[in-house]
């Protein structure tokens, strides 16, 4: 009786063990497995990130925002400030701005299962198209991105990181370097300029040292006709100066900044012109603020109006063969020209 009663239990036993392992839900049902794993997934956190194809652009330009996400959201809703559209429901929108200023970009995902969302917001700069003329990023070249194709060539400039640290996205000029557009432009300057760059001033030159000019020298004596062109540059003792000059020191108009700039330091500087040839046509902004009380001169040549150089625009040096080379000695990013003046609230947003 005893025996009998172990074997009876003993069956039990190996009957159960082979419908537990026989039976087991979570190794043998692929349906069931797939559910669960789906049920996992939908409790991960939404996660949500995005990427401009580019954070700083110019009006006009199309870019792409590529989102990243976790947790299998089941809809995007962006939002544009200045954007066409001003909103989608895409993943990776394709967007257009039209006007400058600093606009917020917001994604939000939701999950309709758990009613969930998450959201990011950040911010592009979109800097001033309108009456753009000639845009030089210097990102390992100088090529000129407005449309224009004022393209230019390098003599002796190299590659340096820029004002945000990028790699290869500026030019160096060690004294003896430059960079000259193709074309003329300044016959497109007639109602006035603007000239608007990064700079990272490393010596200071005992002449004026240029970075952006196309101010030709070409004849002794000098007059309207010969001697024309603008001059950007740095003062001896460290100042920003613009000139529109017709013959050597008889310009017709200049002005300079009072305050100095700090040497290895990048600033943003913008100089420019308001159509007429007096000084108080003449402006210079340093890192987006005014700075140009000091120096007012009228010239004592009057042109009548925009004589169009023979020269194209430099960078980083004068007319040498008129014996003003004025070398400029240290780094230059973003080089614009502008067929008009930039208002305040422009010239703040390229200084970003
Ligand atoms: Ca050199
Ligand atoms: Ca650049």
């Known amino acids: 009786m005893k025996n009998q009663n172990l074997f009876y239990l003993l069956s039990l036993l190996t009957v159960f063990t082979f419908f537990s392992c026989e039976e087991d839900p979570i190794v043998t049902d692929p349906t069931e497995m797939e ?21 700083k652009i110019n009006e006009g330009e199309t870019i ?22 001003s909103t989608s429901d895409e993943s990776n929108p394709q967007v257009t701005f039209n006007t400058f200023g600093n606009h917020k970009i917001s994604l939000v995902i939701s999950r309709d299962s758990d009613a969930t969302s998450a959201t990011i917001e950040k911010e592009i700069v979109v800097c001033p198209g309108a009456g753009m003329v000639a845009y030089f990023p210097l990102d390992g070249n100088a090529l000129d991105q407005s449309g224009n194709n004022f393209d230019g060539s390098i003599t002796g ?6 004002y945000n ?25 007639k109602e006035g300029a603007t000239f608007s760059t990064w700079i990272n ?12 000019t196309n101010y030709s020298g070409s004849s002794p004596g000098g007059n309207c006709l010969e001697r024309v062109g603008f001059i950007a540059s740095i003062t001896e003792d460290a100042g920003i100066r613009i000139t529109y000059a ?19 330091q990048w600033h943003h500087i913008t100089c420019l012109w ?7 046509s003449f402006e210079i902004y340093i890192d987006g603020q005014r700075a140009d009380s000091e120096d007012f001169e009228d010239g004592l040549v009057n042109c009548g109006g925009l004589l169009e150089s023979p020269l194209p625009f430099n960078f980083g040096r004068g007319f040498c063969a ?6 400029f000695t240290g780094s230059i990013d973003e080089v614009r020209i502008y067929d008009r003046p930039l208002s305040e609230d422009e010239i703040a947003i390229l200084a970003q």
Do not use: H
């Open 165 to 189: 640290g990028e790699a290869d996205s500026a030019m160096d000029f060690d004294g003896d370097d430059y960079i000259e557009t193709s074309t003329m432009i300044d016959d497109q300057l």
């Open 274 to 280: 308001r159509g007429e040839f007096e000084s108080s």
């Open 64 to 85: 792409t925002f590529e989102s990243s996400v976790q947790g299998n959201p089941s809809s995007y809703s962006w939002t544009f400030e200045g954007g066409t559209p």
């Open 201 to 212: 001033v490393k010596e200071m030159g005992s002449e004026w040292s240029r970075f952006i």
């Open 157 to 162: 400039a190299t590659n340096i990181e820029n």
């Open 322 to 327: 008129a014996g003003e080379c004025g070398f």
């Open 246 to 264: 017709s013959d050597g020191n008889d310009f017709v108009g200049r002005i300079s900044s009072p305050n100095t700039i700090a040497i290895n």
């Open 35 to 55: 559910e669960m794993e789906m049920e996992m997934e939908m409790e991960e956190m939404l996660v949500v990130d995005f990427q401009p194809s580019a954070s």
